[in-house]
């Protein structure tokens, strides 16, 4: 059975950093693109952040640029989403995901697979 787990969310204040894990199990991710999408009640999912299969390239939502950083151990099957100067408008759920395409990644839609998600709340 295939899983992302997500893990390291939690209350924070603004300005605070945080770093969130996925966990992949079930099969190798080795030639997945992985990312990280968040959403908020009343509003559709948003891509948040992806990176290549071999880690070469990452993209990143203008929100979150220069504030964000995503990062992956392919040996660990784990994906990693550093987030430093929180702001209150980064309060969501975080969803880890994995697709054979980058750009289908970065689009959310038709993804191959998705985590259970993550919960962040800043705190202004």
């Known amino acids: 059975q295939v899983q992302l787990v997500e893990s390291g969310g939690g209350l924070v204040q603004a300005g605070a950093s945080l770093r969130l894990s996925c966990a992949a199990s079930?099969?190798?991710?080795?030639?997945?693109?992985m990312g990280w999408f968040r959403q908020t009640p009343g509003k559709e999912r948003e891509f948040v952040a992806a990176?290549?299969?071999?880690?070469?390239?990452?993209y990143y939502a203008d929100s979150v640029k220069g504030r964000f950083s995503i990062s992956r151990e392919s040996v660990k099957n784990t994906v990693y989403l550093q987030m430093n100067s929180l702001k209150p408008e980064d309060t969501a759920v975080y969803y880890c995901?994995?697709?054979?395409?980058?750009?289908?990644?970065?689009?959310?839609?038709?993804?191959?697979?998705w985590g259970q998600g993550t919960r962040v709340t800043v705190s202004s």
């Open positions: 995901a994995a697709d054979q395409s980058t750009s289908g990644l970065r689009t959310g839609v038709g993804v191959d697979y």
């Open positions: 079930g099969r190798t991710f080795t030639f997945y693109a």
């Open positions: 990176i290549t299969w071999d880690g070469s390239s990452t």
